[in-house]
């Protein structure tokens, strides 16, 4: 509790430009880390052919949907959020938490299944070519799988931002990034598995990304959590 009292006289009673200072910071690197996970994946797939990288950004877009869902999710609650902490209606705070939450899982695994059922015409779709589909399909594949993490880790994050806690979104993000990193390396350099090492070290990365941020709230170290 006195963490929590903590943290509302920061975010309530200093002056405007001391917390967005220290907020931003975090926030910036959040924002350059999830650039880097589409960096490593260009750079150890461009090692395997030209349509190997065409698959990859093609399926970047699959990525950005993914990502609006759960930004759509994040941003939408976490408004919500910031202004009843700042009331200290914290149980309604928590509903817009649990919401978004689950909201962004079901629509998450919603996307997955579609998608794989689909996942040819989808990749047609977002521009696929006859050449670059098996590329593009083994990576859709596990951008799919990982879809749910990938919506409900937006939706952490955001939350965890409009607490004031940027600093423990900016911790999963970059854990994530450093795994993809490694996995890229691993699967594609040591067990020669090319885009399909390259779409499972996503994956993984997002799911031990997502697990690392559902952490800090099943800690405590929020004031937001997650019930049915």
Known sequence: MAQYESQYERMIKQPIPSPILTLALPTTISMLVTNIYNMADTYFVSTVGTSATGAVGIVFGLMAILQAFGFMFGHGAGANISRRLG???VEEARIFASTSFFGSLFFGALIA?????????????????????????????????????????CVMNNILRYEGQASLAMIGLTFGSIINIFGDYLFMRIFHMGVTGAGLSTALSQYISAFILYSMYHKGKTQSCFKW
Do not use: D, E, H, Q
């Open 113 to 153: 299944v579609l998608g794989l059922i689909f996942l040819n015409p989808l990749m047609y779709l977002m521009g696929s070519t006859s050449t670059i589909l098996p590329y593009a399909r083994a990576y859709a594949f596990f951008i799919l799988i990982a879809a749910p993490a990938m919506t409900s880790s």
């Open 87 to 89: 009331a200290k209606r």
